[in-house]
């Protein structure tokens, strides 16, 4: 009888290489009196990652029953629900919708979203903000207004949100979706509107430039789903006309099917050749039937009940492995955040988190924690300084604690070689 877990590694290929992702560091280890520490035995920890293994986080913003964006715990348990996500997740998305975060002009939640960022920073995650531009989710208040004042308005709550959120929020979706902004039709905005007149290279420069002159410090992604030929031509055009970019923002939502191996190394060749770090920024694979080919906007796809099923969710923990060990097989990709931990309120009510929605880790939950929190991370462990004091550290690329006799606890950096886009600097918890 075959024992295997249903979400073993089922794909042909070899076992892709990690190895630009790990790294060596010699450190001298001095004593409370700062003499080197010689011939000591200390005890080495790994306390973060260099590469982001995101989530969005949408449920443990502070509660506000007016705001759609935020998942009612009701009937399962906040505290099992934050150490399920923690247990897993580096880094989170926070919701930032212009039409949610502001819905009557001039009463942004900034105070609510700023208490959001703190409660996960407190927590050593770092915060991301979706999205500052984007033609879906635009207030209705501003439909019908001269497109000179609708571009001031936008420009002022670019500022306005990544002034006053930096320091809790450097990490942002700048503008999205920009390839179908302009002929965007399923909705009236006055965003989409505006992109006819400014273009898309105008409205990418519009977002880019303004918040950078809010926070300099902030890494900033131009961000989409639209992974055809279109999207190059866009980034193509917006590096030409001399446009900033910190990242590139992939969209995977493969509620239609996993993409395999090789259309995803594909895509990522594709976009790796600019230069810039890859961002998977919305990933999802659902555990029950799979959305029919034909559909065009996943939105267009209503049933009245997408349940999760056995077989689908050990296709979903298979392909779940299979999809990280690739994205992390390639150097430019630094951060992948999945869509969504939790089945209850998943996007378009599918079965596409990890955790069922009585609260239960489905396998790809395990088979997940396996690679982050075991395989990719190094475990504590010991390590002897030699004569001069000296040590050397192999591991992860992250931040290491390293234990020293008296209870001390020196912190240092592995670093890749090439600096990462993604901040890192975050409190100690």
């Known amino acids: 009888m075959d024992h295997r877990p249903p979400f073993a590694l ?27 520490l010689r011939d000591t035995e200390v005890t080495v920890e ?28 009701a009937s399962q348990d906040p505290a099992r ?24 002009e001039g009463s942004p939640a900034t105070d609510r979203l700023a208490a959001g960022a703190r409660w996960f920073a407190e927590r050593g995650i770092r915060v991301k903000g979706h999205p500052l531009v984007w033609h879906t989710l635009a207030p209705t208040w501003l439909r019908g207004r001269d497109l000179d004042e609708v571009e001031k308005t936008l420009r002022a709550r670019i500022t ?10 450097d990490c942002w979706d700048a503008i999205n979706e920009v390839v179908i902004m302009p002929v965007f039709t399923q909705e009236p905005n006055a965003i ?4 006819r007149t400014l273009g898309r290279i105008g409205m990418i420069r519009l977002a880019f430039e ?30 030409e006309a001399g446009i900033e970019l910190d990242a590139i923002g992939l969209q995977s939502h493969m509620h239609q099917g996993y993409w ?26 659902v555990s029950g ?10 939105n267009d796809h209503q049933v009245d009940s997408w349940p999760s099923t056995p077989e689908g969710e050990a296709r979903q923990a298979d392909e779940l492995v299979r999809h990280y060990r690739t994205l992390l097989s390639h150097p430019s990709v630094e951060a992948v955040t999945y869509w969504g931990l939790f089945d209850r309120g998943a996007w378009l009510g599918a079965p596409a988190g990890l955790v069922r929605e009585d609260g239960s880790p489905k396998p790809s939950y395990e088979a997940l924690h396996n690679l982050i929190r075991g395989e990719w991370w190094t475990g504590p462990h010991q390590v002897r300084t030699d004569g001069d004091g000296r040590a050397r550290l192999e591991g992860w690329f992250g931040e290491y604690a390293v234990h020293l006799p008296g209870g001390r606890v020196e912190v240092v950096e592995l670093n890749a070689p090439a600096p990462q886009s993604f901040p890192q600097t975050m409190p100690h918890s």
Request: aromatic share 8%; net charge negative; charged share 25%.
């Open 160 to 169: 306005r949100e990544v002034g006053q959120l930096a320091g809790a929020i």
């Open 46 to 73: 790994q306390r973060s990652h260099a590469f982001a293994f995101g989530c969005h986080g949408f449920e443990f913003l502070p509660e506000d029953p007016e705001d759609i964006t935020n998942v009612s715990a």
């Open 81 to 104: 629900m934050e150490e399920q996500w923690r247990a897993l997740f580096t880094t989170a998305t926070v919701p930032v919708y212009w039409s949610l975060f502001e819905p009557q």
């Open 10 to 36: 089922t794909s042909p290929s070899p076992e892709p290489s990690m190895a630009h992702r790990r790294g060596s560091l010699e450190v001298l280890l001095r004593d409370a009196q700062g003499a080197p």
């Open 192 to 195: 989409t509107e505006l992109s």
């Open 289 to 298: 039937d799979l959305m029919p080919p034909e559909i065009v906007d996943l």
């Open 260 to 285: 395999g191996e090789e259309k995803t190394l594909g895509i990522l060749e594709r976009f790796s050749r600019y230069g810039l770090p890859l961002h998977l920024t919305e990933t999802t694979l």
């Open 210 to 239: 303004q918040a950078r002159e809010a926070n300099p410090r902030a890494t900033l992604l131009l961000n989409d789903f639209d992974l055809s030929t279109a999207y190059d031509t866009l980034i193509e055009g917006v590096l």
